[in-house]
């Protein structure tokens, strides 16, 4: 269970097939590989070795996915970081991660130089990723025009070696860089085609950044099976809707955000649409609302996965959806699911506690951090810091997080029951709830929403107010705006949000 020779099976089987297809490039099976095989090689004439460990400051781009194979065929650890990180985070996580050599862009270049005088990564150790070249970077084309096309000698990894690291997104706090090993991600290539339903004829459109997890789940099984992956650069509904319709797309997986967007997009058209066989939607809760109107433009074609990239996941399958529309669905073969009180007692169906589990897909741990891991994973079940129930058929439901739980006069209030409230009006087309200081309740909800300019912030506060299931549930407050502050996965900020609106009405006390 490694990854070192998939590319391998199908240079040799389906090397004639359609592999990669990026904006202008169209790769085959065979061609790909030799691509990778090339950077591989490259690789260890720079004396890159098994366990080094190769970060990425890269938006999407068909290099990086050259750089993920041949991380798989050297041993080396592949450690993708986001293409928005500012100097200090950059100091941070290459210097946490042990980077040995690094791989910028245009869109990189000076945040990484600003940094680099405080960075560990020797000299040489700098690559160029982009048009022409960079004063004190190797080209990347320098790095694999001489090296050979054939595949690099077996470097001896294991099952356990590890595979990568992915650092959290950052949502919820510090991130922390997870450790996943070759076994790990091989499950991810056996498990999500099953889950699909793909096939080696499959096309699969991949739209979000490529540095986090859930690109994992689309390129891996694609490989996997030799089918047709087809890469973005950046998320456009525009051209997302043309390249279905004229690529014959079956299978995308998306983050809720973008599925609104492309929901409300002018040209999107369901009979575009008509060769989609999957549409995943995954890294945050897709509000009931959004959930609905996918089922009413593409129906039986929707699955939801909930999970952490640290190992635990539950899904949904579109077969499911209409009878438990309001669940996350259910752990895989192979997983376990289990809802925890704060004792540590498991808890009945219908009962609130933290969700716990665990899978063939577990981290082996934050690298680096044996405190963090100790804490994350439990005799081998991992804590999720997630709130939910289980219905008595053992569907999930996802409450909200822990920490974005909180107490309006002294009651416990899920920001996600009333987001789900929000989303229910016509003019709105996104909804966050988070809790603000309040001088009589201690806490109380705000929205910040995204609409169509229809209503005004006192007329949506009114109606959602009279909706909500309870009085401690009522909002506060709501502000319009044009955008939400979101990471390169697409997530919102949810703390930049709050800081934001603390800011700018009254030091954070509401009337």
């Known amino acids: 269970m490694d990854l070192t020779r998939i590319l391998d099976r199908q240079a040799r089987f389906r090397g004639g097939h359609e592999a ?80 040995a050599i690094v791989f910028a862009a245009p869109e990189t270049g000076d945040a990484l130089d600003d940094a680099r005088a405080e960075l560990k990564i020797a000299d040489d150790r700098y690559v160029w990723v982009g048009p022409g070249s960079r004063p004190g970077y190797r080209t990347y084309a320098d790095l694999v025009n001489d090296a050979p096309g054939d595949a690099p000698a077996p470097t ?35 498990l999500y085609p099953l889950a699909w339903r793909m096939a080696p004829e499959s096309v699969l459109l991949h739209t979000g950044a490529l540095v986090f997890n859930g690109a994992f789940m689309t390129f891996l099984p694609a490989a996997y099976l030799g089918a047709r992956y087809i890469l973005h650069r950046a998320f456009d509904p525009a051209a997302v809707i043309e390249t279905v319709r ?20 002018p040209s999107f058209d369901p009979s575009a649409f008509d060769t989609l066989k999957c549409l995943v939607t995954i890294g945050a809760p897709l509000h009931l609302e959004h959930k609905q109107q996918v089922e009413a433009a593409l129906p039986g074609r929707l699955h939801e996965l909930y999970g952490l990239a640290e190992g635990f996941q539950t899904l949904l399958d579109c077969t499911e959806l ?36 665990r899978g063939p897909i577990l981290m082996s741990g934050y690298y680096n951090r044996p405190d963090l891991t100790a804490g994350a994973i439990r ?13 008595e058929d053992g569907y999930l439901f996802l409450v909200d997080r822990k920490k974005d ?28 709830v988070f809790a603000v200081p309040d001088a009589k309740w201690g806490e109380t909800g705000v929205a910040a929403v995204i609409a169509d300019g229809t209503i005004s912030p006192d007329d949506l506060r009114s109606w959602v107010n009279e909706r909500v299931s309870a009085k401690f549930q009522r909002l506060s ?27 700018e009405y009254s030091g954070g006390q509401t009337s």
């Open 20 to 99: 990669v297809v990026f904006e202008g490039s169209c790769l085959s099976y065979a061609e790909f590989d030799t691509r990778v095989n090339q950077l591989a090689n490259g690789l260890i004439q720079a004396d890159v070795t098994k366990g080094d460990k190769v970060a990425t400051l890269l938006p999407n781009c068909l290099e990086l996915l050259c750089i993920y194979w041949a991380c798989a065929k050297t041993g080396a650890v592949a450690v993708p970081l986001s293409p928005l990180l500012q100097r200090q985070a950059i100091i941070n996580l290459l210097n946490q991660s042990e980077a």
């Open 156 to 190: 001896g990894v294991e099952p356990e070696d590890p595979y990568n690291i992915i650092y959290s997104s950052g949502t919820t706090g510090e991130p922390k860089g997870i450790t996943l090993s070759h076994r790990a991600r091989w499950h991810y290539s056996t």
């Open 246 to 265: 004229t690529e014959a797309v079956t299978h995308m997986m998306m983050v809720p955000t973008q599925i609104v967007a492309l929901l409300n997009h």
């Open 322 to 357: 209409a009878e438990k529309l309001g669940s996350v669905g259910a752990p895989p073969p192979g997983f376990d699911l289990r809802i925890v009180g704060e004792d540590g007692c498991d808890l009945p169906a219908g009962e609130i506690g933290e969700i716990v589990g």
């Open 379 to 391: 005799d081998g079940w991992l804590y999720s810091g997630d709130l939910g129930y289980v219905d």
């Open 405 to 432: 739980m909180f107490k309006s006069g002294g009651v416990s209030v899920y920001p996600r029951d009333i987001e789900d409230v929000v989303t229910q009006h016509p003019a709105v087309l996104e909804a966050v």
């Open 477 to 503: 407050h709501v502000t319009l705006m044009e955008s939400f502050p979101r990471n390169a996965a697409g997530k919102v900020v949810k703390p930049d949000l709050r800081d934001a609106w603390l800011a």
